[in-house]
């Protein structure tokens, strides 16, 4: 066997131990690409995400912390050539910046202004690049903010604070300003949610696993579509049914959600199901044999049911996909859709914003409102003084 032989062969069985590794990181942290990852990332970029899990630190901030580092990383082969230099140099965190916030009208007349087009090409192809034009500035300051809080973790300094890299996003986001959007054009409302079940009708076990998905993401508040890939059997706590007048009574269970996005603290945020989304969900449990671990997973063609959870992108592409089943614009839905849905749903039907906020966790009445007046401005009596 030749030296390059053996280099070879000693380099895929580090990619095969890293990989190994983050699977055992996800059975707290739910992650994103894991086998990319594992190609991408550095023996010691694993050893500090294993040292953050053992910290404790929020399931949602570590998934965010290690989807950036594996997007870092990427960008640092395909525009350096070799791996995150720890700590960066300022030079580097300025190149940053210049590949991703750029003015596309300057664009036109100065092709080596932005991201070069073989480092925009090299990340396309390991599937870390999907949108077209400048990144939106609150990506890259989230980015800049999390290498930061790597570099601290790893004991080190960086030059994120230095005045140059203050001024290079200032001017950059001034020179190209950017309109807000939302994540869904369009929100899955009641109606729409009733569309995607029907197709969803059958016996299959993708029928059964996607009825679930939908039902639970949206009764539950509209959950993220991280929260809903990364449910764990565990989470989930039977509840005594709901008395109904005149009615046989109505399955119920807690999901506990733990530390989420916008909760504080060590607070376990929970949220209830009552009904047909638990009888979905439990359909689910049962087809699937799922006992412990992750609830929603993957199904092979041959009607294997995977040991791994749904990546988060996959609920998002279920959600599409449903929506193009049901005759629906795919491109005007998403898995967002499922949250702003639900708060719409819910002023529809007259349910007290401060109750619906209760269900979605949302802590923002500002950004609960956002959802929830729509439904009632255009028809409501502030539109009707004259």
Same mark, same amino acid.
């Given at each position: 066997m030749t030296k390059k032989t053996l280099s070879v062969s000693s380099v895929t069985q580090n990619v095969l131990n890293r990989a190994e590794q983050l699977d055992n990181i996800a059975a707290v942290l739910p992650i994103d690409r894991r086998d990319k990852l594992a190609e991408i990332l550095t023996d010691?970029?694993?050893?500090?995400?294993?040292?953050?899990?053992?910290?404790?630190?929020?399931?949602?901030?570590?998934?965010?912390?290690?989807?950036?580092?594996?997007?870092?990383?990427?960008?640092?082969?395909?525009?350096?050539?070799?791996?995150?230099?720890?700590?960066?140099?300022?030079?580097?965190?300025?190149?940053?910046?210049?590949?991703?916030?750029?003015?596309?009208?300057?664009?036109? =007349?100065?092709?080596?202004?932005?991201?070069?087009?073989?480092?925009?090409?090299?990340?396309?192809d390991g599937g870390f690049l999907r949108s077209t034009g400048p990144h939106a500035p609150d990506t890259v300051r989230r980015r800049l903010a999390n290498w930061s809080t790597l570099t601290k973790w790893r004991g080190f300094n960086g030059a994120f604070a230095s005045?140059?890299?203050?001024?290079?996003?200032?001017?950059?986001?001034?020179?190209?300003?950017?309109?807000?959007?939302?994540?869904?054009?369009?929100?899955?409302?009641?109606?729409?949610?009733?569309?995607?079940?029907? =197709?969803?009708?059958?016996?299959?076990?993708?029928?059964?696993?996607?009825?679930?998905?939908?039902m639970v993401g949206f009764a539950s508040g509209g959950r993220r579509r991280s929260e809903i890939a990364g449910l764990r059997r565990e989470q989930l706590t039977a509840e005594p049914p709901i008395a109904v007048e005149g009615g046989a009574p109505l399955p119920s269970l807690s999901i506990h959600l733990g530390r989420t996005k916008t909760s504080s603290g060590d607070s376990d945020e929970v949220v209830y199901l009552t009904g047909r989304p638990v009888d979905a969900l439990n359909a689910w449990l049962v087809a699937a044999k799922i006992e412990s671990g992750s609830v929603f997973r993957a199904i092979d063609r041959w009607g294997n049911v995977s040991r791994r959870a749904l990546d988060p992108k996959a609920i998002n592409d279920i959600v599409k996909q449903r929506a193009t089943m049901a005759g629906l614009e795919a491109d005007e839905?998403?898995?967002?859709?499922?949250?702003?849905?639900?708060?719409?749903?819910?002023?529809?039907?007259?349910?007290?914003?401060?109750?619906?906020?209760?269900?979605?966790?949302?802590?923002?009445?500002?950004?609960?409102?956002?959802?929830?007046?729509?439904?009632?401005?255009?028809?409501?009596?502030? =539109?009707?003084?004259?």
């Open positions: 010691q970029d694993v050893e500090t995400l294993r040292h953050l899990v053992n910290e404790g630190m929020g399931e949602n901030t570590l998934r965010a912390l290690t989807s950036d580092l594996g997007y870092l990383e990427a960008w640092s082969h395909a525009a350096t050539g070799g791996a995150l230099p720890w700590p960066a140099p300022e030079a580097l965190l300025l190149k940053f910046v210049a590949h991703h916030l750029w003015d596309p009208a300057r664009r036109e =007349t100065d092709p080596d202004h932005g991201m070069p087009a073989e480092v925009d090409q090299a990340l396309r005045p140059a890299l203050k001024s290079a996003i200032r001017l950059a986001v001034r020179a190209v300003p950017r309109q807000r959007r939302r994540k869904s054009a369009k929100a899955v409302t009641g109606d729409i949610m009733a569309k995607m079940l029907a =197709t969803c009708a059958g016996e299959s076990l993708r029928d059964i696993r996607d009825r679930a998905i939908l839905f998403s898995a967002h859709g499922l949250r702003s849905g639900y708060l719409t749903e819910a002023a529809n039907r007259g349910v007290p914003l401060p109750e619906a906020m209760e269900q979605s966790r949302h802590r923002s009445v500002q950004q609960a409102s956002s959802y929830y007046n729509n439904a009632t401005r255009r028809s409501g009596r502030a =539109t009707r003084l004259l």
